[in-house]
């Protein structure tokens, strides 16, 4: 019986926190765009390694900004690197610069290594820059997106920062390893959009705030390039803003195997550079005890042919199902009413609905096992290469060039 109430309660207050969070994000004003007399002297940077199967798309889309005048600076991680003939494929404009990766550094990933070359290199050829937008190859930029990221800034001169997010929806049918994805990363938007953490997706910061924090030597340390932004921009007195119009919509499908393992990494990359992982580590403790707890009493009430228990706690298991697909809900119609992005996101029916309430307990056991798996990780394999985890810091162990022919089949 205590198992079946505090597995409701517990539901139930995740449901009136995404009630509160759905009407936070709708009262963030929206931010004003960069003025058109000040758009200038602004660099696109990213890393690629490998064919992501967006990567044409999301070069597209960024040589299609609304943005009077800019540059994109591609680090690709090899010559040999597959991505070279997308890249050239969607390369003619003379906005676009594409260089190879000079010197992978085996103090950091590889991401970070490109990032940190492509930004020293922009401010060796354009001293004069002023602002800075980092992306991924699976963001999908809107037309707006340089101009509202940069445009945060500039009427924000307390910001340092200014990022959007992601949201997880494959086009339907979803796969169920697409369902625990989506599922458990709104969980994850919640507190990085409330808490204003930055996306290494998109995100925008001032050139002069780059030189004066060192952050170009601290990316050659660093396990992802968001990782160590916030503590380092708060070291200036400047904070980051998490713009909800930015949350962009990733329509790619996963399998369970691939998430489990992508959440592995996302955990272990949390372990190393945030101090708050460990809350995350306690809260998914008492979730996973709690479903193991309330299964476990079902199971016995079973056996002991007990109807009354049974029936509580089947109706618990169920009401705390569905109360938790109501905020997965209720967080998705959030990202539809804010962002940009979100063109094309059909309402949930019911055989969504009754889908998404069937994964929720898998959900939530991929959940613990990614969890555990960050707590005692000692390597980590990405892209093709491992990296050795030492504490806080971690190591490349041997640079190779990516290997394989064609797209992959996701993108991180």
Same mark, same amino acid.
């Given at each position: 019986?205590?198992?079946?109430?505090?597995?409701?309660?517990?539901?139930?207050?995740?449901?009136?926190?995404?009630?509160?969070?759905?009407?936070?994000?709708?009262?963030?004003?929206?931010?004003?765009?960069?003025?058109?007399? %000040? =758009?200038?002297?602004?660099? /696109?940077?990213?890393?690629?390694?490998?064919?992501?199967?967006?990567?044409?798309?999301?070069?597209?889309?960024?040589?299609?900004?609304?943005?009077?005048?800019?540059?994109?600076?591609?680090?690709?991680?090899?010559?040999?690197?597959? +991505?070279?003939?997308?890249?050239q494929s969607v390369a003619n404009e003379s906005r676009l610069l594409i260089r190879h990766l000079q010197n992978p550094l085996s103090t950091c990933t590889l991401k970070c290594s490109a990032i940190a070359e492509g930004v020293e290199r922009v401010l060796e050829v354009d001293p004069d820059v002023k602002y800075f937008v980092m992306v991924d190859a699976d963001s999908d930029p809107p037309p707006n997106m340089? +101009?509202?990221?940069?445009?945060?800034?500039?009427?924000?001169? =307390?910001?340092? $920062?200014?990022?959007?997010?992601?949201?997880?929806?494959?086009?339907?049918?979803?796969?169920?390893?697409?369902?625990? *994805?989506?599922?458990?990363?709104?969980?994850?938007?919640?507190?990085?959009? $409330?808490? =204003?953490?930055?996306?290494?997706?998109?995100? &925008?910061?001032?050139?002069?705030?780059?030189? %004066?924090?060192?952050?170009?030597? !601290?990316? *050659?340390?660093?396990? @992802?390039?968001?990782?160590?932004?916030? =503590?380092?921009? +708060?070291?200036?007195?400047?904070?980051?803003?998490?713009?909800?119009?930015? !949350?962009?919509?990733?329509? %790619?499908?996963?399998?369970?195997?691939?998430?489990?393992?992508?959440?592995?990494?996302?955990?272990?990359?949390?372990?190393?550079?945030?101090?708050?992982?460990?809350?995350?580590? /306690?809260?998914?403790?008492?979730?996973?005890?709690?479903?193991?707890?309330?299964?476990?009493?079902?199971?016995?009430?079973?056996?002991?042919?007990?109807?009354?228990?049974?029936?509580?706690?089947?109706?618990?298991? @169920?009401?705390?199902?569905?109360?938790?697909?109501? +905020?997965?809900?209720?967080?998705?119609?959030?990202?539809? %009413?804010?962002?940009?992005?979100?063109?094309?996101?059909?309402?949930?029916?019911?055989?969504?609905? !009754?889908?998404?309430?069937?994964?929720?307990?898998?959900?939530?056991?991929?959940?613990?096992?990614?969890?555990?798996?960050?707590? !005692? &990780?000692?390597?980590?394999?990405?892209?093709?290469?491992?990296?050795?985890?030492?504490? *806080?810091? $971690?190591?490349?162990?041997?640079?190779?060039?990516?290997?394989?022919?064609?797209?992959?089949?996701?993108?991180?």
């Amino acid at each position: 019986m205590i198992a079946c109430f505090f597995i409701t309660i517990s539901a139930l207050i995740q449901l009136l926190l995404t009630v509160w969070y759905r009407n936070q994000m709708r009262q963030r004003p929206r931010p004003t765009l960069l003025p058109a007399e %000040e =758009q200038h002297s602004t660099w /696109i940077v990213f890393g690629v390694r490998g064919a992501d199967p967006t990567l044409a798309d999301a070069v597209r889309s960024l040589l299609n900004q609304n943005f009077r005048e800019y540059k994109i600076c591609v680090v690709v991680d090899s010559q040999l690197d597959p +991505a070279n003939s997308i890249l050239q494929s969607v390369a003619n404009e003379s906005r676009l610069l594409i260089r190879h990766l000079q010197n992978p550094l085996s103090t950091c990933t590889l991401k970070c290594s490109a990032i940190a070359e492509g930004v020293e290199r922009v401010l060796e050829v354009d001293p004069d820059v002023k602002y800075f937008v980092m992306v991924d190859a699976d963001s999908d930029p809107p037309p707006n997106m340089i +101009a509202t990221l940069t445009g945060a800034l500039y009427s924000n001169p =307390q910001a340092g $920062l200014a990022s959007g997010n992601q949201w997880f929806e494959p086009k339907a049918p979803s796969s169920v390893g697409s369902m625990v *994805r989506s599922m458990w990363y709104a969980g994850a938007l919640f507190f990085s959009m $409330l808490f =204003q953490n930055p996306w290494a997706g998109a995100y &925008a910061m001032r050139a002069s705030d780059i030189r %004066e924090t060192g952050l170009i030597s !601290v990316w *050659r340390k660093s396990a @992802v390039d968001d990782g160590p932004l916030k =503590q380092l921009l +708060a070291k200036q007195n400047l904070s980051c803003l998490s713009l909800p119009s930015m !949350v962009m919509v990733n329509r %790619e499908s996963c399998t369970l195997g691939f998430v489990t393992r992508w959440m592995s990494r996302i955990l272990t990359w949390s372990r190393i550079h945030e101090p708050g992982f460990w809350l995350t580590a /306690i809260q998914m403790t008492f979730a996973s005890s709690l479903i193991v707890a309330i299964f476990s009493t079902l199971g016995w009430a079973i056996w002991a042919g007990d109807v009354s228990m049974v029936l509580w706690t089947t109706l618990s298991i @169920v009401a705390s199902g569905i109360m938790s697909v109501l +905020a997965w809900t209720t967080i998705r119609r959030s990202v539809i %009413e804010t962002s940009d992005s979100a063109i094309g996101l059909e309402p949930i029916g019911v055989p969504r609905f !009754v889908g998404a309430l069937l994964v929720v307990a898998v959900a939530q056991a991929v959940y613990a096992i990614a969890c555990i798996r960050a707590i !005692v &990780a000692r390597k980590i394999t990405w892209r093709g290469v491992t990296y050795l985890i030492q504490g *806080r810091s $971690l190591r490349l162990d041997q640079y190779v060039p990516f290997e394989g022919e064609g797209e992959s089949k996701h993108s991180i």
